[in-house]
């Protein structure tokens, strides 16, 4: 079970990354709708696993996600800077497909419905 501190730090570093993501001018994230599905920050705060979401499915988050491997060193000095914490934890970006299942079971559940 995920302490306090780390869960809430988890939160913080999912908010600041989602804003931080509006500066980056790399075209593989840029331009494309990306969501930060969630934060798993480690017991000593110093890796976290970052799952990103595209609307526009599973291969644009891939591609993001190279992108933001590459932004790592700006995401990280901008996350010291906005959290004022000591030590930026360790990122590792990873695709998540959540958005594009979402979506999938919604017009399921439309088809269902007859809307």
Not at 81 to 88: C, N, P, Q, T
Request: charged share 35%; hydrophobic share 35%; proline share 3%.
């Amino acid at each position: 079970m995920a302490s306090y501190k780390s869960s809430r730090h988890s939160e913080d570093i999912r908010r600041e990354i989602t804003d931080i993501l509006k500066g980056i001018k790399d075209p593989r994230v840029s331009g494309k709708l990306l969501t930060i599905v969630r934060v798993d920050i480690s017991s000593d705060l110093s890796y976290g696993k970052v799952f990103v979401s595209c609307i526009d499915g599973i291969e644009k988050a891939k591609e993001a996600c190279v992108g933001l491997e590459s932004a790592k060193g700006y995401i990280k000095r901008e996350l010291l800077k906005r959290l004022k914490i000591r030590k930026a934890p360790d990122l590792t970006f990873i695709p998540d497909d959540s958005a594009e299942y979402a979506m999938e079971i919604e017009n399921k559940i439309k088809e269902v419905l007859g809307d």
